[in-house]
Every structure is written in C-alpha cells, then in structure tokens.
C-alpha cells in the first residue's frame, strides 16, 4: 500500500477572532429597514388621525351665576353625538367653559343644555359650529331672558 502524500493542516486561526463579515451579513440593514417600516407606519396613522380642538364657551351676560350644571352635545351631520360632557358647578360657571374633543373639519351642530337655579326646566341653547384648521373654536353664549 502506498502511502498517501501528506496534505499540509490548514492554518490556524487564532483563537477567538471571528471571521470577516461583509455588509450582506450584518444584522444592521435588517433592523433598519424593519425600523423604517414602523416609522413610515406611525407617520401614516398619525398623519390621519383626528386633531384634538378645544371649544372655549365665553358666557356673555348676565345671569350665569344662577347656571348649577352645562350639558354640552356636539352632532356631526348625521345627528350622531361626537362628544358629551357634563359640568356641575356650585356657584355658577366661570367666564370660559374650555372643552377639549377630537373633532375633524366640518360644520356640526351643538347643544348647550342648562339648568338654572330657579327654574325647573333646562335652558336650552342651540349653535353652528364651524371647525377649520385652527385649534382653539370660541364661541360666545347669551343666556335667553327668563320668562318666568
């Protein structure tokens, strides 16, 4: 039998050094695309989400200290109710009421519902609401004269 030529061992690599690794490799590029995704994913949702507006009431006149509770109501056009909030106040309300909802652009319809101190039935007032770019609706309200 012939003995078979003696293949030189291949060279040592040192120890704990890692081979070369090229960019096709690396982790790095997939994290960042995965991150770009998320990111131009919270771009679009927050690009479409509805702003948040604050409908500031200046209560005009007089009479308000009278007013115990505000029931505000705002309608989009199919008469859906957007927002509801209620109010109670013990000495009447102060100058500005400020209310803070999500509200798109548009024109809704508001109802304002009162409850004076005096008077058995709820005050009932009634406006347009006409929501632009802008952040900050104010809107003026004048008690109706008492009938009583």
Known sequence: MAEAPEQPAPAAAPQGAKPR???R?????KRLALI???AVGL????ATDVPERQLILQLDGAGWSDVRAMDLQVLDPEEHIL???ERFFANGPPPEVTFKMPLPQGTFRTLVFLKVQGREQRVRLEERLSVGEG???VRQLRLPASSR
């Open 21 to 23: 690794e090229g960019w």
């Open 25 to 29: 490799t690396h982790p790095l590029p």
């Open 36 to 38: 770009a995704i998320v």
């Open 43 to 46: 771009w679009l949702w927050k």
């Open 83 to 85: 927002k509801r909030e």
């Open 135 to 137: 952040e900050a609706i």
